[in-house]
């Protein structure tokens, strides 16, 4: 049982890059991505995406990627000479017919450059095999570290819904002792009740006629053999390996349908104490597995 709650990261430095990543996760209904990264690293995106879907099924996932080029390999200088070349030839021209001397050209081109309308720096495409390879590398690490402080926390989910467990099955079995007196009790209690109003002895055909209908209105037997096996399909979602939050959120919804079907149908104080009980475990059941996978 994994939690959806995670962190991890991962630090990867080569000669020409440092790659810094943080993964956090939190739960949400499906597996949701944040890609927050330099744009140079787009072309990568489909990669992260998968890299990361092999180990985690739910939540929504933020990942923070930052890239620092540790030499400037990427950039390359533009020199636009056939603009210096036409301006010198200008100006060279200019200088000899209006003030009979010659030009200066090294010192000309050397002012030139220092312009950006004549001298570019672009940075070349970032098609680096080996850059992908260490940012899937990196994905990989700090996705796998995300993974295994949702299975720390997991183990702790999984002891408190196994407490929980062991609340239900004991307020259940409680329930159930207590239907098995409940009849004899009810019947006798019936009688008397039956023969103080009437102020004579009941005919035993119309008693148990009476109390046969009374008692169709208030069994429980069925709501509870539904919640105990309802019951034994959570202890076997519980020792999964694979996800199963959205089984056993649908399996808590079952169990809390039987647990108020039964305070509907009984009015006795007995019955309403464990049904408060199951509802209140089984919103704490409800709350935990919102964060699992």
Do not use: C
């Not at 930052?66 to 301006?87: C, G, P, Q, S, Y």
């Not at 002792?177 to 009688?191: L, P, Q, S």
């Not at 464990?274 to 209140?280: D, F, S, W």
């Amino acid at each position: 049982m994994k939690s959806m709650t995670g962190f991890g990261k991962a630090l990867k430095v080569t000669d020409n890059y440092q790659i810094d990543i943080e993964i956090k996760s939190v739960n949400h209904r499906f597996l949701d991505f944040q890609l927050r990264m330099p744009r140079q690293l787009n072309a990568y995106e489909n990669q992260i995406r998968q890299t990361i879907k092999n180990y985690l099924n739910r939540g929504r996932v933020e990942v923070f990627i930052t890239l620092t080029e540790k030499n400037d390999l990427r950039k390359e200088a533009i020199v636009h000479w056939d603009l210096i070349e036409h301006l010198v030839q200008s100006v060279e021209s200019e200088m000899t017919q209006r003030f009979q001397t010659h030009l200066n050209v090294e010192r000309l081109i050397e002012n030139f450059l220092q312009k950006d309308a004549f001298l570019e720096i672009q940075e070349k495409p970032m098609m680096d095999d080996s850059l992908e390879q260490i940012v899937v590398e990196a994905i990989k690490e700090a996705t796998l570290a995300n993974l295994v402080s949702r299975e720390i926390e997991g183990i702790g989910i999984h002891k408190v819904l196994k407490d929980n467990q062991a609340v239900l099955q004991t307020h259940l079995m409680a329930l159930s002792d207590f239907t098995a007196t409940f009849e004899v009790e009810y019947k006798a209690r019936f009688e008397k009740k039956l023969e103080e109003y009437l102020g004579t002895t009941v005919e035993q055909e119309r008693l148990l006629t009476e109390m046969v209908i009374l008692l169709e209105k208030s069994d429980i037997h069925e709501e509870l053999d539904r919640l105990t096996i309802h019951l034994q399909t959570f202890e076997e979602l519980l020792h999964r390996t694979e996800p199963v939050g959205r089984e056993i959120d649908f399996l808590v919804q079952e169990m809390n349908r039987e647990v108020n079907t039964i305070g509907s149908k009984s009015s006795t104080i007995e019955v309403k104490h464990h049904v408060v009980q199951m509802k209140t475990t089984l919103e704490k059941i409800r709350e935990q597995i919102q964060n699992i996978e």
